[in-house]
Antibody, heavy 122, light 113 residues
Framework: EVQLLQSGAEVKKSGESLKISCKGT????????IGWVRQMPGKGLEWMGI????????RYSPSFQGQVTISADKSISAVFLQWSSLKASDTAMYYC???????????????WGLGTLVSVSS | DIVMTQSPDSLAVSLGERATIYCKSS????????????LAWYQQKPGQPPKLLIY???TRESGVPDRFSGSGSGTDFTFTISSLQAEDVAVYYC?????????FGQGTKLEIK
């Protein structure tokens, strides 16, 4: 069974930097697109962007382009979501999830991490 | 970008009754090359990550009870629970994976009447 293990909850202040992680186990992590999804308190799911760990090709939602950085280290089967200067509005649960692949085409999310809660105070 | 719009935003259904949720995409999510609808449905219970229920608009994920079903094509999709159980209380989301950004609908909160 695919597992995506996310780093623990973070409590930060506005202006601080942060990097959270998602490690894949029990599957060929580097050959799947791994995405990040934001869920603000009491709100819906927002697709932020994805990365292909094998070559670090990245695609961002326009809503998040320039606001966050998605990166990967295939040697340790990990992907990361990074902020250089947090805002209170970044307070949310962040999920990593694996997109399936069929004939080279990206498909639905077929595995999810448990989420990393990021709390940012002003 | 494709905008996904679900209706209703919330729904209250009696136990054993049918629950129906609609999802509309701002453009078609069918690939002409394979005639597949790039549309999935997820269930999210409080304090849990989303769980995949349906993909390709109508294919049930392994282990998902057959009371859950999906239908539709092009821009209009339907998600149905044929006989609501207490454990189905959750928020349900549709998502298109036709083109990046792979957007979600705003969610539909399903409750017991």
């Amino acid at each position: 069974e695919v597992q995506l293990l996310q780093s623990g909850a973070e409590v930060k202040k506005s202006g601080e930097s942060l990097k959270i992680s998602c490690k894949g186990t029990r599957h060929n992590f580097t050959n799947y697109w791994i995405g990040w999804v934001r869920q603000m308190p009491g709100k819906g799911l927002e697709w932020m962007g994805i990365i292909y760990p094998d070559d670090s090709e990245t695609r961002y939602s326009p809503s998040f382009q320039g606001q966050v950085t998605i990166s990967a280290d295939k040697s340790i089967s990990a992907v990361f979501l990074q902020w250089s200067s947090l805002k209170a509005s970044d307070t949310a649960m962040y999920y990593c999830a694996r997109h399936g692949i069929v004939a080279g085409t990206i498909t639905h999310f077929d595995a999810w991490g448990l989420g990393t809660l990021v709390s940012v105070s002003s | 970008d494709i905008v996904m719009t679900q209706s209703p935003d919330s729904l209250a259904v009696s136990l054993g009754e049918r629950a129906t949720i609609y999802c509309k995409s701002s453009q078609s999510v069918v690939y002409s090359s394979n005639n597949k609808n790039y549309l999935a449905w997820y269930q999210q219970k409080p304090g849990q990550p989303p769980k995949l229920l349906i993909y390709w608009a109508s294919t049930r994920e392994s282990g998902v009870p057959d009371r859950f079903s999906g239908s539709g094509s092009g821009t209009d999709f339907t998600f149905t629970i044929s006989s609501l159980q207490a454990e189905d209380v959750a928020v349900y989301y549709c998502q298109q994976y036709y083109s990046s950004p792979y957007s979600f609908g705003q969610g539909t909160k399903l409750e017991i009447k």
